[in-house]
């Protein structure tokens, strides 16, 4: 996922204290620093995330073209997107990113800079359903930007109490701005002082209360938690042909009939039709992983399952492409089978390039100890050769120095 800083603040500190609790998403953090981006941010838009988090974002500096890009980036995938608001934010520049959290501007007056207390939306159709916050418990906040729900899907699940209650946390699923038989997650948190429900909680158990909610709905925004209580990736979205394509992921909370019946990957191509994969489980670490040969270029769907449930195609779990390559590489694969075959019947043993660091464990290492001689024939060897001539020289010139014959 990537994490982009308009200007850093308290809520910064907050956002990674939480993606550092979660071993399972790995964070790239882009911050501007006056008209500079560190990390260079050309490696943002070059890259695929499953979740982008606007952290006091756009600041004044943002050039205009920014919500047209982010909204083609977000186009090409499935990618969520959540924006916490911050003091640097500039609300007039927020305007053009409205669409792509589905929302539109608030219909009333509030008092910005004003504080209000936080309370939970009565009878809220919260598509998260998995985290119940006590939101009384918390200090009062101040509204920063002035926002409500615009699209079909979105929700206020928090809101600061006015006498016109305004929204502070929104969110939801909304259409795909490219294909809209599928949905994308959303969520907004308006105020800028997301920081103080942890550094300003009421003890420790508050505090973990709120990190736990922060995390939760991280999780809900890369679907590794929620209603499908499954999470899969790939390591990239785009492969060569004749390349192999690999998933892994989890299925939480399996019975034993489920696991009877296996873990599947249904890939689906316009012209090639539909390909099952088995997936397997690797004890180690609960995950489940499987591939297959990417033969023909084009656009592929993919689901996965269990063997007895019964699964919609209305809307895939995922997308990848595979770009044509050379006419060559359309059937070249590693020979998986034979190379078993050939490990176990010399007595070795086969591993995949993926686990090659793993290697060094499965040698069996023994120390022996060896001595080593060399024979030097002198008569052959040059430095007594050449010690042998100077010897007869300095002879011959003692003997001609003191006369003798």
């Known amino acids: 996922m990537a994490l982009i800083t308009g200007a850093p603040s308290f809520n910064t500190r907050f956002l990674k204290l939480v993606l550092e609790s979660e071993p399972k998403l790995s964070v790239e953090h882009f911050i501007q620093r006056m008209n500079e981006w560190e990390p260079a941010i050309a490696n943002f838009w070059r890259q695929s995330y499953d979740l982008i988090i606007l952290d006091n974002f756009p600041t004044s500096t943002i050039p205009s073209r920014w919500s047209t890009d982010l909204s083609r980036k977000l186009g090409r995938g499935r990618t969520a997107i959540v924006l916490v608001a911050g003091e640097a934010l500039v609300e007039d520049k927020l305007?053009?990113?409205?669409?792509?959290?589905?929302?539109?501007?608030?219909?009333?007056?509030?008092?910005?800079?004003?504080?209000?207390?936080v309370e939970a939306v009565p009878e809220s159709n919260d598509p998260m359903k998995i985290f119940e916050l006590d939101w009384s418990q918390?200090?009062?906040?101040?509204?920063?930007?002035?926002?409500?729900?615009?699209?079909?899907?979105?929700?206020?699940?928090?809101?600061?109490?006015?006498?016109?209650?305004?929204?502070?946390?929104?969110?939801?699923?909304?259409?795909?701005?490219?294909?809209?038989?599928?949905?994308?997650?959303?969520?907004?948190?308006?105020?800028?002082?997301?920081?103080?429900?942890?550094?300003?909680?009421?003890?420790?158990?508050?505090?973990?209360?709120?990190?736990?909610?922060?995390?939760?709905?991280?999780?809900?925004?890369?679907?590794?938690?929620?209603?499908?209580?499954?999470y899969f990736r790939m390591t990239k979205s785009a492969f060569q042909r004749g390349e192999e394509v690999m998933i892994e992921g989890t299925f939480p909370r399996l019975n034993t009939k489920q696991l009877q019946e296996g873990i599947w990957w249904r890939i689906l191509?316009?012209?090639?039709?539909?390909?099952?994969?088995?997936?397997?489980?690797?004890?180690?670490?609960?995950?489940?992983?499987?591939?297959?040969?990417?033969?023909?270029?084009?656009?592929?769907?993919?689901?996965?399952?269990?063997?007895?449930?019964?699964?919609?195609?209305?809307?895939?779990?995922?997308?990848?492409?595979?770009?044509?390559?050379?006419?060559?590489?359309?059937?070249?694969?590693?020979?998986?089978?034979?190379?078993?075959?050939?490990?176990?019947?010399?007595?070795?043993?086969?591993?995949?390039?993926?686990?090659?660091?793993?290697?060094?464990?499965?040698?069996?290492?023994?120390?022996?100890?060896?001595?080593?001689?060399?024979?030097?024939d002198l008569s052959h060897w040059p430095p007594f050769l050449i010690l042998l001539v100077v010897f007869l020289a300095a002879e011959w010139a003692l003997r001609r120095g003191r006369g003798l014959q």
Do not use: C
């Open 138 to 230: 918390f200090p009062p906040l101040s509204p920063k930007i002035s926002v409500e729900p615009g699209a079909e899907g979105m929700t206020t699940t928090a809101q600061l109490s006015t006498l016109s209650p305004v929204p502070l946390i929104i969110t939801g699923k909304i259409p795909s701005f490219d294909q809209k038989n599928q949905t994308v997650r959303r969520s907004v948190f308006t105020s800028a002082d997301l920081w103080q429900l942890y550094f300003r909680g009421k003890g420790a158990e508050v505090n973990s209360a709120v990190k736990d909610y922060w995390a939760s709905l991280f999780r809900w925004l890369v679907a590794m938690s929620g209603e499908e209580d499954r």
């Open 95 to 117: 305007l053009a990113y409205l669409p792509i959290f589905g929302l539109q501007p608030f219909g009333e007056e509030i008092g910005l800079g004003s504080q209000f207390s």
């Open 269 to 376: 191509h316009p012209d090639m039709g539909e390909t099952l994969v088995p997936l397997s489980k690797e004890d180690a670490n609960d995950m489940w992983k499987g591939s297959f040969i990417a033969a023909e270029p084009g656009r592929y769907q993919y689901w996965t399952f269990m063997g007895d449930e019964q699964f919609s195609i209305e809307e895939p779990h995922g997308i990848f492409l595979v770009e044509q390559a050379l006419l060559e590489l359309k059937n070249v694969y590693l020979d998986k089978e034979s190379l078993e075959g050939i490990s176990e019947s010399t007595g070795g043993g086969y591993m995949p390039w993926s686990e090659r660091l793993n290697l060094i464990d499965r040698l069996s290492i023994k120390s022996r100890k060896e001595v080593f001689s060399q024979t030097v």
